[in-house]
């Protein structure tokens, strides 16, 4: 019978509709006379209205298609549809009292008013019937979904409504918070609480819960389909029917986080401008100009007004976005933008990049940054971070290169994981050039540390957002950790300070404030968000902090130096520091032993050498015990 069904045509099921309708009227016409008249008079009416039949049908026949109640889904029909037949319903008594006054056959008015009554009921009456035989057909030819609607309110019983005229979804049950609608039947359905999930999913074999809580925040709402997940269901999310006409956002966003909020300090007051002579009019080449620094760097520099930047970076993606707004930026200005694909570690497009566009200032922000990974992929890092600085910096001092600037990072100082010891390599390096070449040529060779950038890529802000969009946890290493943090303008308008007063080999350290608890950070997310942390205090919060431990080369707190010892400068927030460096002879046999690491792919022999030259590093192994990691150093 489903296949009989499911093949019938539009216009097939168009004149099926038709044909009862047109069943419908002698129907009614009889029924009219039997109210007015006995049975047996009704009968004889009924036959002297014979002759009039046919036109009454081919009026119908015409009216429903001008009308479209033929065309209207069974689905569909609603309130318009309802409509539409009353009116269909009125023209067909009309049409009868201008038929029978013609023939001059004895009818009432009253009759014929009767007549379109009765055939409107007649026609509601006839979809509705006609409406459950297709459902049942349906039922009994698929297999349904079996639904919980979790939400008990308005838009709850609106989708209940929907649904139960859908061929293919069965709604069974409501599950709702509120204690007064528990217990009793909505809209012919149990309403129970939501700890009985569990339970009714089995007792009624619920295939899928449908959300439909559309006033809930869009974190509850992701807790409570986690959860739900977790029993095996599969969970839909309704929007509010203001949201779906577009009043309202389709997804709650979370409020905008300002990242100066969570500095502990007053954000750097900067001045537009300030240190701008060190590269109005200069040809710039900022390396990793694509990252979160890099693109910085590009948009602050431009500000000064050099003659050419000249944007280095290995990601395509990343290259072609800060190029294309860079575009934008400097519309109102005769700079020229150079977007170029390639890598620090290939000495022969950077000597060529150096000489074809006649570079005077780099600023060195290409690196791999993020510790977890630099630690599970050490050669990799070593190789960008340290060979692609030395390639770098010595292509730039052989070319006179002006000015270069290092930027490093607090993970340098005393590291306990490979990338803050990449980092102090490239440190060195650096150093090493700035006294045997760079000083001998009047050039200007200089490094600039800070710590942690809030907003930048793969930082803990984002990453905290990110948690907190699909409904926490928020995750933290330990209860005690802490970190230095900067905003990226901030952090980029004092490497650019630094860089205009650099003389040569410095090592520039950003006055960063007090550390920042991470826990503490966790919670102002939480909070700007307008949400509570839930714990042991506030049980009924809304997103919980876990502490998952500490990763391997995670220290608890960063130092911004190896001796403690800062030395001013003529700027309040940026000092430099002198630290033992290596020797020429040092740092050569530190380089050849990492390309001989790296030519072995042995990644044991490359944490050795960087535990040799790096002050404070030490291998670790990490071993698993139950939940935790427990680092152990190698002897």
């Known amino acids: 019978m489903l296949g009989l069904l499911k093949s019938l045509s539009r216009s097939q099921k168009r004149n099926l509709l038709i044909a009862i309708d047109a069943m419908l009227i002698p129907a009614a016409i009889f029924f009219a006379f ?13 036959q002297m209205y014979l002759p009039i039949l046919p036109y009454m049908l081919v009026v119908a026949t015409g009216l429903s298609v001008w009308l479209g109640i033929s065309s209207t889904m069974l689905n569909d029909y609603e309130a318009g549809s309802i409509g539409r037949t009353a009116v269909f319903s009125g023209l067909l008594a009309m049409t009868s009292t201008l038929l029978t006054t013609a023939a001059k056959m004895p009818v009432t008015l009253s009759t014929q008013v009767v007549f379109g009554i009765t055939f409107f009921v007649f026609s509601i009456i006839s979809r509705a019937i006609l409406l459950q035989i297709v459902l049942a057909i349906y039922r009994n030819g698929t297999d349904r979904c079996r639904v919980l ?37 909505v809209l012919r359905l149990p309403v129970y609480s939501p700890a009985r999930i569990a339970e009714i999913v089995a007792e009624k074999k619920i295939d899928r819960v449908l959300l439909a809580i559309p006033s809930e925040s869009h974190t509850k709402q992701m807790q409570i389909a986690r959860r739900l997940q977790r029993m095996g269901l599969e969970v839909q999310s309704l929007p509010s029917f203001s949201q779906l006409i577009g009043e309202e956002a389709l997804l709650e966003k979370l409020t905008p986080v300002n990242p100066s909020n969570f500095l502990g300090r ?30 910085e760097l590009s948009r602050q520099v431009l500000e000064c007004r050099p003659a050419k930047i000249v944007l280095y970076e290995l990601s395509e993606l990343a290259l072609y976005q800060i190029h294309q707004e860079m575009l934008l930026l400097s519309e109102d200005y005769d700079i020229e933008i150079v977007p170029l694909l390639g890598s620090v570690t290939d000495a022969r497009q950077v000597r060529r990049v150096l000489q074809v566009h006649k570079i005077e200032v780099i600023l060195h922000a290409a690196a791999y940054k993020h510790v977890p990974l630099v630690e599970h992929n050490p050669l990799a890092g070593l190789a960008n971070n340290v060979l692609g600085t030395h390639t770098l910096v010595t292509e730039a001092a052989e070319a006179g290169v002006e000015r270069f600037m290092l930027i490093s990072s607090d993970k340098a100082v005393r590291p306990t994981n490979i990338m803050g010891a990449s980092k102090r390599l490239a440190e060195l390096v650096v150093q090493d050039i700035a006294d045997r070449i760079a000083a001998k040529h009047n050039l200007v060779f200089s490094i600039v540390r800070f710590g942690n950038v809030l907003g930048s890529s793969g930082s803990v802000v984002p990453l905290f957002q990110e948690q907190l969009r699909r409904g926490g946890p928020l995750t933290v290493t330990h209860r ?8 990226t303008q901030e952090a980029v308008h004092l490497v650019l300070r630094a860089g205009s007063m650099a003389r040569g080999g410095e090592v520039f350290v950003l006055d960063m404030g007090k550390p920042v608890k991470i826990e503490q950070l966790a919670r102002q997310v939480i909070e700007s968000a307008g949400l509570s942390v839930r714990d042991s205090d506030n049980l009924d919060g809304d997103i919980e902090i876990e502490f998952t431990g500490l990763r391997p080369g995670e220290k608890m707190t960063e130092e911004l130096t190896l001796n403690g010892a800062l030395v001013g400068t003529g700027h309040k927030k940026i000092f430099f520091t002198v630290e033992d460096r290596l020797s020429e002879i040092e740092v050569a046999s530190a380089l050849r032993s990492l390309r001989h690491a790296l ?15 790096v002050e404070g590093y030490v291998v670790t192994t990490t071993l698993p015990v139950g939940d935790q990691d427990v680092v152990t150093p190698v002897s």
């Open 34 to 46: 039997t109210l007015q008249v006995s049975t047996s008079s009704a009968l004889a009416l009924t």
């Open 149 to 185: 609607i979790y939400g008990a309110g308005t838009t709850g019983m609106q989708l209940v409504s929907a649904l139960r005229s859908h061929e293919l979804i069965d709604p069974v049950a409501f599950a709702d918070d509120n204690q007064a609608l528990q217990g009793v039947n």
């Open 266 to 295: 007053d954000e750097v007051n900067t001045r537009p401008g300030e240190g701008a002579e060190a590269y109005a009019g200069r040809v710039v080449l900022i390396s990793g100009a694509g990252g979160s620094i890099g693109s």
């Open 480 to 487: 005690d950790v802490s970190r230095y943090f900067m905003t």
């Open 599 to 613: 030519a072995a792919s042995d990644e044991d022999a490359a944490r050795a050498l960087a535990q040799r030259w």
